[in-house]
């Protein structure tokens, strides 16, 4: 019997594992039918993802559909920043590791910010977004 008690334990993570990959899988699949209304998107742990247009879409994602989202139009926003660690980078030579955000700022409005857990993913978005900003003319 002592030598089964360590294999309840490896018994225990596998199960927590299967309920956690089962998790994700269900969190994919809602991001999935979700982000097909888009002409880009992402997903990752922190947050999804969803750009039509001049219209932004973000909010957290779950197992049924994506939580707490927020919108905002590309129109209002005057500049884009990449945030490491709450601090703004150089996107051609951002740090490693850390908490990453896009910072968008908006004239007269709060910034908002969307993270991340790929800083050259955020970068990638951080050009797109910027490309597609309205020029002030």
């Given at each position: 019997?002592?030598r089964?008690?360590?294999?309840l334990?490896?018994?225990?993570?596998?199960?927590?594992?299967?309920?956690?990959?089962?998790?994700?899988?269900?969190?994919?699949?809602?991001?999935?039918?979700?982000?097909?209304?888009?002409?880009?998107?992402?997903?990752?742990?922190?947050?999804?993802?969803?750009q039509?247009?001049?219209?932004?879409?973000?909010?957290?994602?779950?197992?049924?559909?994506?939580?707490?989202?927020?919108?905002?139009?590309?129109?209002?926003?005057?500049?884009?920043?990449?945030?490491?660690?709450?601090?703004?980078?150089?996107?051609?030579?951002?740090?490693?590791?850390?908490?990453?955000?896009?910072?968008?700022?908006?004239?007269?409005?709060?910034?908002?910010?969307?993270?991340?857990?790929?800083?050259?993913?955020?970068?990638?978005?951080?050009?797109a977004?910027t490309?597609?900003?309205?020029?002030?003319?």
């Open positions: 019997m002592e089964g008690l360590p294999w334990f490896f018994l225990a993570a596998f199960i927590g594992l299967a309920i956690a990959g089962w998790n994700e899988f269900q969190k994919t699949q809602a991001y999935e039918a979700w982000a097909a209304d888009f002409d880009r998107a992402k997903y990752d742990i922190k947050s999804v993802l969803g039509k247009g001049d219209r932004l879409v973000w909010g957290q994602p779950s197992r049924t559909q994506p939580q707490n989202l927020q919108e905002i139009s590309l129109i209002s926003v005057t500049e884009v920043r990449l945030l490491v660690k709450g601090v703004v980078v150089d996107p051609l030579a951002p740090p490693r590791g850390g908490d990453v955000e896009l910072e968008l700022l908006r004239a007269e409005q709060p910034a908002v910010r969307i993270p991340f857990t790929d800083v050259d993913l955020a970068v990638r978005w951080g050009q977004l490309r597609d900003l309205p020029k002030n003319s």
